[in-house]
Nanobody
């Protein structure tokens, strides 16, 4: 059974930082590209960051220079370090194993940026 479990969300003030983590089980983690998506109320889910099996990374323009995705294959974990958070970063953040339309999703973790 495949499971992806996110953690690290919460309430933070504008300009603050959060670190999200996602632990995967039931897959050969090192063979999957790993992604972070987010979905704000009333908006479509969007890709935030991706890290390939070769550790190449790509980011949405809205988070470049503020967010960093990383992976630890020994711990089956992908992380998203989020700095200089803005109110518009408020969303449910999901991790996904696999790129494109296929793959496995976590249940999501809420990030709220507000003063």
């Amino acid at each position: 059974q495949v499971r992806l479990v996110e953690s690290g969300g919460g309430l933070v003030e504008p300009g603050g930082s959060l670190r999200l983590s996602c632990v995967a089980s039931g897959i050969i983690f090192s063979t999957y590209a790993m992604c972070w998506y987010r979905q704000a109320p009333g908006k479509q889910r969007e890709l935030v960051a991706i890290i390939t099996t070769l550790r190449r990374t790509n980011y949405a323009d809205s988070v470049k220079g503020r967010f960093t995705i990383s992976r630890d294959n020994a711990k089956n974990t992908v992380s998203l370090q989020m700095n200089s958070l803005k109110p518009e970063d408020t969303a449910v953040y999901y991790c996904k194993a696999g790129a494109g339309s296929s793959g496995y999703w976590g249940q999501g973790t809420q990030v709220t940026v507000s003063s």
